[in-house]
């Protein structure tokens, strides 16, 4: 089992930026990729972003490209996401999310944190 804490949501204005972390903890060796979604209120979640642990590939929502950074600290063990040029239209609950080995989904998700952009 992996088990997945985030931190650092909170309220900005448009503009501004914020990061969120993710740190695994558990199995973390059997993740092949982590990954972060949000669910903006009434809506469905969506995916924003994700890095590959073999290679460190890095993949993007078209909404967030340009803006949003995912990186990760081997060291650390955790996975940021680096929000640029906040937009209120990004207030949302952020997720993170685990894949592990030969998986096609993200089958470990941590509890979410809510980023609020103010206009």
């Known amino acids: 089992q992996v088990q997945l804490a985030e931190s650092g949501g909170g309220l900005v204005q448009a503009g501004g930026s914020l990061r969120v972390s993710c740190a695994p903890s558990?199995?973390?060796?059997?993740?092949?990729?982590m990954g972060w979604f949000r669910q903006p209120p009434g809506k469905e979640r969506e995916f924003i972003a994700a890095?590959?642990?073999?290679?460190?590939?890095?993949y993007y929502a078209d909404s967030v490209k340009g803006r949003f950074t995912i990186a990760r600290d081997n060291a650390k063990n955790t996975v940021y996401l680096q929000m640029n040029s906040l937009k209120p239209e990004d207030t949302a609950v952020y997720y993170c999310?685990?894949?592990?080995?030969?998986?096609?989904?993200?089958?470990?998700w941590g509890q979410g944190t809510q980023v609020t952009v103010s206009s």
């Open positions: 558990g199995r973390t060796f059997s993740i092949a990729a």
């Open positions: 890095i590959v642990r073999s290679g460190g590939n890095t």
């Open positions: 999310a685990a894949r592990g080995t030969g998986r096609a989904s993200y089958e470990y």
